[in-house]
Structures are given as C-alpha cells and as structure tokens.
C-alpha cells in the first residue's frame, strides 16, 4: 500500500516523537507494509529453519535408512523432506499460526503452543502414511518420536527467536487511534504505552470536544499522554493522513448505537483493526466465549467455581514441575547463599509473613536482598514509596533504587532470582507455582468485597501481576486482575503465565 501523504488537515504538532519517527520512516521506504506482512514472514521461515534442523538431526542421530524400504542417501533424503514443506505451511495456516500476531496485540508465541502441538503430531503422521502408502521409507518408531520432540522445541524457540527480531523493527509497529478520551480511554493508552513488546503505538485520541464551541483539548496534562486530535467525524480523514492500522473504541462521547456501527462500518474499507473495550470489560477473562441466537452475538461467562478436579490437577502440576526443579536448581541455591553471606551480614533466607489460600497466613521464603535490619529501617524511607508520590496509591511499597539494597540482592532482585525459595513454599503446599501475587497482611486488610475471591486460590510465585507488570500495575488494578485468573481459571492459562514470565524479566525494569 502506498503511503498517502496528509490531508489538508495538519497534525503533526499533536504527535509525539515515536509517531513522527514511523511516519518518517513509512516515507522513506515509500510502501507501507502491515505488520502481519512482516511477522507472517519471519514466522514462515523460522518454521522451516526448525524443522529442517529437527530433520537433519535425525539423520545425525540415527543416519539415513532408517528402515529396511528406505534405499536412499542422505541428501536424497533431505530433498524428500524438502519437497513436504509447502505441506507444512498449508497445515500452519490451516491453525491459524501466521495471522494471530497481526490481530490480536498480546498474541506471543506460548499463544501458539496447541497449533504448534498439532503442527507437529499431525505433520508427522502425515510423513509416516505417506512414506508407507508411497514404498519411499518406513522409519522406525524411535525416529518418528524423536524427530516429533525436537521439533515441537525448535518451531516454539525460532517462534520465539523471530518474533524477539520483528519487535526491533520500527515496521513492527501498529499506529493506533483511541476512539474515546476518557478514563477508559486513557486506560488503554497507559497499558499499552507500559508493554512496548505489544508493538503498538497510540498516535492520540479521537473524541468530541469538550464544549462544540471549543477546540479538542488534551484529555488530561500527562506529558506521555497523546493529544485529542479531531472529532469522531475525522476519523476516517486521519487514519488514511497518519496509516493508522488499528481503531479502539473506548467509551467515546455518547452516540446512538446507529451513529456507533456506522462509524465503524466507515473504517471496514480503510483495512483496518478494530477493537471494542465492552463496557462490562471488569468481568471478561482469557476463557469467555462468543456465541450466538439468531445471529445475536453473546458473551458466555463460564461458572465462578474451581472444581475438585481442578484443585488436584493444579496441585498435580505444582508437584511435578517444583520436584525437579529444586534438584536442578540446588547448585545455584548453594552459590547464592555462599555469595549473600559474603556480600552481607546477616540471615541468607528473608522470611515474611504472608496472607494465603483462604486468609491463612504462611511464611513465604525469599533469599535476603536487603540489609538484615531493612524491615527496623522501613519507617524511615517511607517518604520515598513511589506509590504514594505525586497522589499515588500508598497501600503498595516500592522504593527505585532502595538504598538498603544490598550489591548481591540487587542483582538477585533485576531477575527474580530472589524468588526461587518459593519453590519450597510450593512443594510445602502454602503457594502454587501460578496464582495470585501474596500479600503482607497490611495489604491484605485493604482487599474487600469480590475482591476476597483472589483467596480462594493458592498464592503464586508468578501470576498475572507479575507477567503484565508487577509494581507499576495499581493496587485495585491488581486486585481486578487477580479477581479475573481464579473466576476464569484453567490449566492451560497457567502454562502461558509460566512461559510469559521468562520473557518478561527482560521487558520489565523496575529500578532496584
């Protein structure tokens, strides 16, 4: 698609640097190509990659002919091989694996787990059938699972890998106007403005003025927060002026529903996205469903209740993955405590009560990464609580730059590795591996109403808190969060929390 140069209409004194430099650079490439075009690519050559190496390990493994009908060379072999893969691109795209990334903002790559899953087994079943029904191969078991093991591992880390290359570029980017202006609105802009890994860049609100006699003013006096820049009737006229790619409708000025749908009808042939925040978002978790009466969309909410069933399976989990865990990790708990007692004097464990599954109240274990006097010194630094600056939230306690960090524990802290003694927690049955974020009881007493629902649940030494943004995230933020993962609990949501917290140690960067 052709960059189209603005409109009459000049906006480019309302638009932040981010917006100017992709515009600029959508200008002097001359095409502007959408993000799917980028990652559809690297996504169908990181699948290839992977599982040509997968492939070719095999062969290394167990050489070639690995049956009595195979009559082949090695490289005859690999041209076979060569010649399915157009086959496993068409299976790709048959689950969907190449276009999630375009629509949805959070989409990564433990998103992709299941198609991948199925990629793979179904892949490798067509593979034996066809060299049975063909004479070409028979291969024996033990390749057929090895070959299935390492390329379910090599298609997920090149997914990985490819989508870690698209985030650098600048094509990566989806501009995106808000429709609305409100607190909502401003909602989103900040959520998306914390995760720059979602790749989208909030060009500015569209919304009514305040007073009709009055220009569009900027929504609040944020110097990070994008201007107000024309009424819902310039839509349109902006999103072919700035290549927008993207529309989310947020609780703009009140309209009719009529006025609303053909707004957005107005964009369908414009080619872009279009997200709606419902107005009962608060309720909506990972596992709500669409279905329909008559062609009339509903929004399914599954039942608030965690079953038996479920408990066990958790708990099964738990146990499975904390067991092995703790053997392999006991080197590195032997070298963290040898350098905390070097470092500092002082306890090499930090020990704190915490408020657990039904109100119960549990030790929870970190290694030390503060002074051993820290919790005496806390009155004393209280003026520096981040949260309760500038009309912030004081119920949470975070200082940047805590000076009673210590020099190991703040290494410790930058990734984490604080929180692995929680892995005893969990083996002890006080925490799950995934679960809500633990409180001190002086946070705990501030949680009231619905929000007690996020007892029901083990604590956890990962959770939505931590993956989505930990201590920049509010307190009541928090609470909604938390309230959402145990009503909409499953199994396979854990999983994806598990694997988006790897890479979330590196986009999160609290001070400490």
């Known amino acids: 698609?052709?960059?189209?140069?603005?409109?009459?209409?000049?906006?480019?004194?309302?638009?932040?640097?981010?917006?100017?430099?992709?515009?600029?650079?959508?200008?002097?490439v001359g095409i502007r190509r959408p993000r799917g075009w980028l990652v559809r690519r690297m996504l169908l050559a990181a699948d290839v990659t992977a599982l040509v190496?997968?492939?070719?390990?095999?062969?290394?493994?167990?050489?070639?002919g690995g049956g009595d009908r195979n009559r082949f060379g090695l490289w005859t072999e690999i041209l076979l091989f060569t010649l399915t893969i157009p086959g496993w691109v068409v299976v790709s795209k048959l689950y969907c694996l190449y276009e999630r990334d375009e629509e949805r903002a959070d989409h990564s790559t433990a998103d992709d787990l299941v198609g991948v899953f199925h990629l793979v087994t179904v892949g490798t079943w067509l593979l034996l059938v066809g060299g049975w029904a063909t004479g070409l191969a028979n291969p024996d078991v033990a390749r057929l699972v090895v070959f299935w093991v390492l390329a379910v591992l090599l298609v997920t880390l090149a997914r990985a890998g490819a989508r870690a290359l698209c985030r650098r570029q600048i094509a990566y980017l989806q501009n995106t106007i808000i429709l609305g202006s409100g607190s909502v609105a401003q909602l989103v802009a900040q959520k998306f403005r914390q995760h720059p890994e979602y790749g989208i860049n909030v060009v500015g609100f569209v919304d009514e003025p305040r007073n009709p006699d009055e220009p569009p003013e900027q929504p609040d006096d944020s110097p990070e927060q994008p201007a107000l820049l024309a009424t819902p009737e310039e839509l349109p006229e902006i999103v072919r002026a700035l290549g927008v790619e993207r529309v989310v409708i947020a609780f703009f000025s009140a309209r009719d529903a009529d006025e609303t749908l053909e707004l957005v009808r107005s964009l369908e042939e414009l080619n872009v996205l279009v997200d709606i925040v419902p107005h009962l978002y608060g309720l909506f978790g990972p596992s709500v469903v669409i279905h329909?009466?008559?062609?009339?969309?509903?929004?399914?909410?599954?039942?608030?209740?965690?079953?038996?069933?479920?408990?066990?399976?958790?708990?099964?989990?738990?146990?499975?993955?904390?067991?092995?865990?703790?053997?392999?990790?006991?080197?590195f708990f032997a070298l963290f405590a040898l350098l905390i007692k070097r470092d500092s004097p002082g306890p090499v464990f930090f020990r704190q009560r915490r408020v657990g599954c039904r109100g119960e109240m549990f030790?929870?274990?970190?290694?030390?990464?503060?002074?051993?006097?820290?919790?005496?010194?806390?009155?004393?630094?209280?003026a520096l609580n981040k949260h309760a600056q500038a009309g912030g939230d004081p119920r949470m306690f975070k200082i940047a730059n805590d000076p009673r960090t210590t020099s190991v524990g703040r290494f410790l802290r930058r990734y984490s590795l604080d929180e692995l003694p929680q892995l005893i927690n969990v083996l002890k049955g006080e925490m799950s591996l995934v679960g809500p974020r633990p409180l001190i009881p002086?946070?705990?007493?501030?949680?009231?109403?619905?929000?007690?629902?996020?007892?029901?649940?083990?604590?956890?030494?990962?959770?939505?808190?931590?993956?989505?943004?930990?201590?920049?995230?509010?307190?009541?933020?928090?609470?909604?969060?938390?309230?959402?993962?145990?009503?909409?609990?499953?199994?396979?949501?854990?999983?994806?929390?598990?694997?988006?917290?790897?890479?979330t140690l590196w986009y999160v960067r609290d001070d400490y």
């Open 53 to 64: 190496a997968a492939f070719l390990c095999v062969e290394v493994i167990f050489g070639p």
């Open 292 to 331: 329909s009466v008559e062609g009339l969309p509903l929004l399914g909410l599954p039942p608030v209740r965690l079953s038996r069933s479920s408990q066990l399976l958790k708990r099964a989990m738990d146990i499975a993955l904390t067991l092995p865990g703790l053997l392999v990790l006991a080197p």
């Open 442 to 503: 002086e946070e705990g007493r501030y949680v009231e109403g619905w929000g007690r629902k996020r007892v029901t649940i083990k604590p956890g030494i990962t959770g939505p808190w931590q993956v989505l943004g930990r201590s920049r995230i509010p307190f009541e933020e928090m609470v909604k969060l938390d309230y959402l993962y145990v009503t909409r609990w499953s199994l396979f949501n854990d999983f994806k929390l598990l694997l988006r917290t790897i890479p």
């Open 1 to 28: 698609m052709i960059v189209q140069e603005p409109s009459h209409v000049d906006w480019s004194a309302a638009l932040d640097e981010r917006t100017l430099e992709v515009l600029e650079h959508r200008r002097r």
């Open 363 to 382: 030790t929870i274990y970190k290694f030390r990464t503060m002074t051993a006097d820290a919790d005496e010194r806390k009155a004393e630094f209280a």
